[in-house]
Every structure is written in structure tokens, then in C-alpha cells.
């Protein structure tokens, strides 16, 4: 059994490291062996040397900020050319327990009918969105548990979010999305359903994977005993232009892909008017899906 696990660096290569790291502390069992592929979006040569000091991770050069879509392509390309049997994209902006791995095996991933399996993520301490809680309660925030599709409004919700955990999402159950954040998949399905959409960059490709998984006929579950721990928003900024950008233009692409006709129409409806009261940001979106400027959009600068 080959594990491969998939993370993006862009201007953090210390978390990576901490990420790799925290990965190679996991135990394996006999016949199992791990690979970090380490995407650099950035070009960073003082990451490249460090990763070589690590025997269980591999650099995998990107041509520049390429996206989160588009860089972790690169990853499944290598893991499935070095014929991985599980691959598990994960951010570099997390805190990896040591029995991760023996978490994984232990899931529903073997089971013939599952496609995907996301765990129950909590936010670090000091990264939660509110300042509520008590000291104790720190590091047992919920930040995904489990996903839910709004259909009439085209969002993803995340179940759990801001809650203390106390047991009310304890179990497996099959759930409508796993974030990127912690996307655990097989070779065989990647292999019957593509890769990532890059038209999507950042933002809304895992939620357009699991839906072509489920579309093949398996299950996208969700594991309550898989844990992680999430520095939210490092890479982009949770309410930033760049945010506001790509989630505004891709919740019309993913809307137009999926979405029944009477919501279609009423997400053309609310782009026309954020064309004249939305900010800055949304404008470009919005012009840009309409005139197909999609990927990095002209938002990212080519490398």
C-alpha cells in the first residue's frame, strides 16, 4: 500500500516544512510507505534543499503561481505515475497528528462503493473566527464537519462551524462535499473521473471533484475520527479582493455546471446587479466569467 500525500506551498514554505515534518512522525504499518509530494507554486529555492533532507517527501516544481487546482494536478499526475494506491491532498497551513495515517487506513476509504473521505477539521488554537471561547475549548472548534450544498443559493456550508466539538458529529455518514483541505481519494477513482478542473484555480474545485465522484457512483464520506487541525486563511485571506474574486467567479461556474435552470437564472440576475453595486473585485469576476477569462483569470499575472 503507497500513500501519497499532495500540499502546496506559496510563500509559506515553514509551514510546509512543519507539514512534512509532522507526516514523517506518523507510524506506518508493516507493507505501508508514505510520500509527501511537495508542489511549489512559488519557485523556492531554500525550500527545494530543505525538502531533499527528507527521505519521505519529493519537490515537485510548479511553472509559477499556477493556483491551488492547477498545483495540486501536478501532485496527483506524480502520486499516480508512482502508482500511489491512496491519495490525500492536504494543506500546508495545518497541524498533523500522529496517527493521521493509521486514521486513514482505518476508514471507509476501502470500501469498494466509497470515492472520497474528508475528517472532522478543527481550527488552531488562536485562528478561530470569533474570540468566545474558553481557554479549554481552544483546539476543539469545529471547522468543517461534514459539508452541505445550498442549491437554491449555490453555497457550501460547512457543517459545525464555530461549534465546540461535544460529540454532536461523531460517526461516518456520507456528506454532500469534502474540502480540499483534507481530501482523501484512490488512484483508481481519479483514474475514472479526471483530476481537478483548472478553469476553477482557487476556490470550488474540490466541491466540482466530489461531485464528478459521486456522479461515478461512489460516496464522498465523512469521518469523524480523522482529525487536523486548520491555520485558516493563511494563503489567501478570508474576505481579501483575492477571495472575493475567485469565490464570486467560480460559485457562477460551478452554478451554471450543476445548478437546476430557476437557480441559473437567478445567479445571472444577482451578477447583473453586483455588476453596478459590488465591490471592485466582484466586478472583475463577474466580467471575467462572462468573457471566459477563467483559471488565474486577470487576477494572477502570468509566471
Given at each position: ?15 510546509t516544512?512543519d ?13 505501508v ?6 508542489v ?15 527521505s ?8 509559477g503561481?499556477?493556483g ?9 499526475k ?7 494506491d491512496l ?5 500546508n497551513?495545518t497541524?498533523?497528528?500522529e496517527?493521521?495515517i493509521?486514521k ?7 470500501d469498494?462503493?466509497?470515492?472520497a473521505?474528508?475528517?472532522l ?7 478561530e473566527f ?5 481557554k ?13 450544498y445550498?442549491w437554491n ?17 461523531d460517526g ?8 480540499g483541505?483534507?481530501?482523501?481519494t ?10 481537478f478542473?483548472?478553469?476553477y ?5 474540490d466541491?466540482d471533484?466530489g ?5 461515478a ?5 465523512f469521518?469523524?475520527?480523522i ?5 485558516v486563511?493563511?494563503?489567501?485571506g ?5 477571495n472575493?474574486?475567485?469565490?464570486t467567479?467560480?460559485?457562477?461556474v ?33 466580467c471575467d466569467f ?14
Amino acid at each position: 500500500m503507497k500513500i501519497g500525500f499532495i500540499t502546496i506551498n506559496f510563500h509559506s514554505d515553514q509551514d510546509t516544512l512543519d507539514v512534512v515534518k509532522q507526516l514523517e512522525k506518523n507510524a506506518l504499518p508493516l507493507a505501508v510507505t508514505s510520500t509527501v509530494y511537495v508542489v511549489d507554486n512559488e519557485g523556492s529555492e531554500n525550500l527545494k534543499e530543505k525538502i531533499k533532507k527528507h527521505s519521505q517527501a519529493i519537490y515537485v516544481a510548479s511553472p509559477g503561481n499556477i493556483g491551488f487546482a492547477a498545483g495540486n494536478n501536478l501532485g496527483f499526475k506524480k502520486a499516480l505515475e508512482d502508482e500511489c494506491d491512496l491519495i490525500v491532498l492536504i494543506n500546508n497551513d495545518t497541524i498533523v497528528p500522529e496517527d493521521l495515517i493509521l486514521k486513514i487506513l482505518a476508514s471507509p476509504i476501502a470500501d469498494p462503493t466509497t470515492g472520497a473521505v474528508g475528517g472532522l477539521i478543527y481550527f488552531a488554537k488562536g485562528f478561530e473566527f470569533e474570540s468566545k471561547y474558553k481557554k479549554d475549548e481552544l483546539g476543539k472548534v469545529i471547522w468543517y464537519g461534514g459539508g452541505e450544498y445550498d442549491w437554491n443559493n449555490v453555497y457550501a456550508k460547512h457543517l459545525g462551524v464555530n461549534e465546540v466539538d461535544k460529540g454532536q458529529y461523531d460517526g461516518q455518514r456520507e456528506t454532500d462535499f469534502i474540502t480540499g483541505c483534507l481530501f482523501i481519494t484512490k488512484a483508481e477513482v481519479l483514474e475514472k473521473v479526471g483530476l481537478f478542473d483548472e478553469r476553477y484555480y482557487l476556490y470550488f474545485e474540490d466541491s466540482d471533484l466530489g461531485l464528478r465522484i459521486k456522479k461515478a457512483g461512489y460516496k464522498l464520506i465523512f469521518d469523524s475520527n480523522i482529525n487536523l487541525w486548520h491555520k485558516v486563511a493563511q494563503s489567501s485571506g478570508i474576505g481579501s479582493p483575492l477571495n472575493d474574486y475567485f469565490l464570486t467567479r467560480n460559485r457562477l461556474v460551478f452554478g451554471m455546471d450543476y445548478a437546476r435552470t430557476r437557480t441559473k437564472i437567478a445567479l445571472m440576475k444577482e451578477a447583473v446587479k453586483k455588476l453596478f453595486v459590488g465591490t471592485k473585485a466582484q466586478k472583475l469576476a463577474i466580467c471575467d466569467f462572462y468573457m471566459r477569462k477563467l483559471g488565474g483569470g486577470s487576477w494572477i499575472k502570468k509566471p
